[in-house]
């Protein structure tokens, strides 16, 4: 018997070797790194929020791409499940806040080391170092890949799993893409997703570090409001981030991709109105009315965003609050309402947590995640047009895209 290829050893990778053999099949897992599982090392900023404890419709709800191609892989292995196999593999698990599911060492390392064990354990050959150039097909079944050094090795399957092109410096280059073109596959457009943004102000870097906390992120879109969501977010060097940010680079990722006249705005007082937050700074003043109008707001905002607020309000910082007029108090009200930034460009690929866009989801067998064009040959993880929202959605998309792909291509193997 032939064995199943698994090609990339990340979160997808990994659970198609590990089902693959635990099926009865004979499989080596090539990964181009120097070890397996590199991305799963920082995400969850290094404590891998490896799923997310919720219904099937919160799930869905998550997934921003193409979310009913995963209903059949997804209710073969659940978020339940998936913390269930875990649970087998000796791993430990919390669940906080919003239902994200972590290690309960707070440590990535600890779920990379339960599948590299177990994957040990399965008998899975693991081969490091070593890059897949190509997959080759016969007669529209696949039949080998090729290696960089011009080896050939022969498989039953294949599973594809190099990921996509976010965060490249865990190895995420892209290479699959090149591969199922090849073979006739179509790959839909590729866009840095789950992102921070930069803006065209220079003040941004005077706030770096800034974390703001029950605003509200607008963004217009040739004049059209196109995001308007209430949460957290935080100023970078060059830029925004935080979850609210992220949200938006998902779910407006072909706008920010195309658009040069998008317009961003901060509600810094989303529960106030514009009467109210008047009311608001005019008692602030009443409290404070000898006081220059820098130091008259420091109830009102962060001490760090004060500086450019006042910049921004053309109100002289010295000037005495109650001799502030009614007009200026305004723009003040206005600014608090909606503080402007002009958006750039999104922090790239080297920045983006995933990739929005890959091999287009008509071509796949929801169920068996098998190419349509070539059997045998079938995919897990990122290099699929598949993406959610942050909170342990895009690696559930991982596991179930990998289980479903593993027990199939197991299956192809002994003809079954």
């Known amino acids: 018997m032939k064995p199943v290829l698994v090609v990339g050893g990340g979160a997808g990778g990994l659970m198609a070797a590990l089902i693959a ?12 790194n120097e070890k397996t599982g590199k991305k799963i090392y920082i995400t969850g900023k290094g404590r891998c929020n490896l799923t997310n404890l919720c219904s099937g419709e919160v799930f869905f709800d998550n997934v921003i791409s193409n979310s009913r191609f995963m209903y059949s892989s997804y209710h073969a292995l659940d978020s339940e499940a998936t913390i269930e196999l875990f649970h087998n593999l000796g791993l430990k698990t919390k669940v906080e806040r919003g239902g994200r599911v972590f290690p309960a060492s707070d440590m990535s390392a600890s779920v990379t080391d339960a599948l590299r064990e177990a994957v040990k354990k399965s008998g ?32 039953g399957a294949c599973v594809l799993a190099t990921g996509g092109m976010s965060y490249p410096a865990t190895g995420s280059t892209g290479d699959g893409y090149g591969m199922v073109k090849e073979l006739g596959h179509t790959v839909t457009k590729l866009i840095p997703s789950l992102v921070g943004l930069r803006t065209v102000e220079n003040f941004v870097s005077e706030l770096e570090g800034l974390s703001l906390k029950n605003v509200r992120l607008i963004m217009k879109s040739g004049g059209k409001k196109r995001y308007d969501e209430q949460g957290e977010m935080l100023f970078t060097r060059r830029g925004i981030s935080g979850p609210l940010v992220l949200t938006l680079s998902s779910v407006c990722a072909d706008e920010l991709s195309r658009s040069n006249d998008i317009k961003l705005f901060i509600d810094l007082k989303p529960a106030l109105d514009e009467q109210q937050l008047d009311k608001r700074i005019t008692t602030d003043f009443n409290d404070n009315i000898n006081k220059d109008y820098v130091n008259a707001i420091d109830r009102l905002l962060p001490s760090k965003l004060i500086p450019v607020v006042v910049r921004l309000s053309g109100i002289d910082p ?42 287009k989801v008509k071509e796949v067998d929801p169920a068996s995640m098998e190419s349509k064009l070539v059997k045998g040959l079938f995919f897990a993880g990122e ?23 593993g027990s199939a291509a197991a299956r192809y193997v002994f003809g079954i």
């Open 318 to 359: 010295h000037r005495k609050v109650n001799l502030i007029s009614r007009v200026e108090r305004m723009t003040l009200v206005k600014l608090l309402k909606a503080f402007p930034l002009t958006y750039k460009c999104t922090g790239g690929f080297e920045e983006a947590v995933i990739t929005k866009g890959g091999i």
């Open 124 to 155: 899975v050959n693991v081969i490091l170092s070593s890059r897949v150039k190509r997959i080759i097909q016969n007669e529209g079944a696949f039949s080998a890949v090729e290696l960089e050094d011009g080896t050939i090795m022969e498989g």
């Open 383 to 405: 290099i699929l047009d598949v993406d959610a929202l942050t909170g342990g959605f895009n690696l559930q998309i991982a596991w179930s895209t990998g289980y479903a792909a």
């Open 21 to 32: 053999a635990q099926n009865g099949a004979r499989v080596i897992l090539l990964e181009k």
